[in-house]
């Protein structure tokens, strides 16, 4: 069944991504009202009633177009933390983070993104990052490279002696040791500034317009369609450690993705001196 679903082009998936982005997040961007935002674990981690419904949307879509599937989703991990043991099942799972950058999308911001993927058994399969407000989508599939709104997507590489950009784990999101580490990229030829949406953060590695990102969390809902998408365009991805990311968990942070490998080892070689 699953081998199939993704011999087909997939385009129903991007559709059940837009109609739950139509119908529940666009309809809600700036037009709020306070008892719809509800902080989580903080007063910078919050949730909205467009995240919720839209999880809900997509999960009952996406489950329909892959029967036997399951969803890991931002929403029900919070409610349910065991949620995330379908990562590691045999089960097809879509990987869903309604929206991507809430902060922004409560503060009007057009900067936040819904993320899906799908992956099996720890192997990510296909993704797409849809920016409503901004009009992109991007989609990825293993094997058979990346496209922002139908055009291919390639990393490149940064060209000689150009300041590292770099995207890392925003400040509000990070604790003293974390800041520390992190820290080490405030150095010569590298010019780390703290992220948005990571979803669309990945997207900017994909285009080419960011040099590499560095962060200090593993959530899967928020790395899993980027890290595809990067790596599809032709970018890299690691660990502290020097291992591949695992989207089940239990990486040594912080990890890294980069445009190339050179970037990606120096990148990865300045957090480890701070380890």
């Not at 879509?94 to 058994?121: K, M, N, S, Y």
């Not at 590695?205 to 960011?210: E, F, L, N, Q």
């Not at 490998?261 to 990148?267: G, P, S």
Request: proline share 5%.
């Amino acid at each position: 069944m699953l081998e199939d679903f993704l011999a087909g082009d997939l385009t129903d998936v991007e559709e059940a991504v837009r109609k739950a982005a139509a119908a529940e997040i666009v309809p809600r961007f700036r037009q709020l009202a306070a008892d719809e935002i509800v902080e989580k674990n903080g007063p910078h981690d919050l949730v909205t009633v467009a995240d919720r419904r839209a999880e809900e949307h997509l999960t009952a879509s996406l489950t329909a177009l892959l029967p036997g599937s399951v969803v890991v989703g931002e929403e029900a991990v919070h409610a349910d933390a065991g949620v995330l043991a379908a990562l590691g099942g045999d089960a097809p799972v879509w990987i869903v983070d309604p929206v991507d950058g809430t902060r922004q999308f409560v503060h009007g911001e057009p900067g936040f993104a819904t993320l899906v993927c799908l992956a099996h058994r720890g192997e990510l399969l296909a993704s797409w990052t849809y920016a409503p407000a901004l009009d992109l989508m991007a989609v990825a599939r293993r094997g058979a490279g990346a496209v922002l709104n139908g055009e291919p997507l390639k990393t490149g590489a940064p060209a000689p002696g150009k300041v590292l950009e770099v995207a890392i784990s925003h400040y509000d999101f990070t604790d003293d040791e974390q800041k520390r580490v992190l820290g080490a990229l405030a150095t010569e030829g590298v010019a780390p500034r703290p992220c948005g949406s990571a979803g669309l953060e990945y997207l900017n590695v994909a285009r080419g317009s960011i040099d590499g990102l560095a962060f200090s969390w593993e959530n899967a809902w928020d790395h899993a369609a980027g890290l595809l998408l990067v790596a599809e365009a032709g970018g890299v991805s690691g660990t502290v450690a020097g291992e591949p990311f695992r989207i089940a968990g239990g990486n040594a942070l912080p990890f890294a993705a980069a445009r190339d490998e050179a970037t990606l080892r120096h990148i990865l070689g300045l957090l480890a001196s701070a380890g």
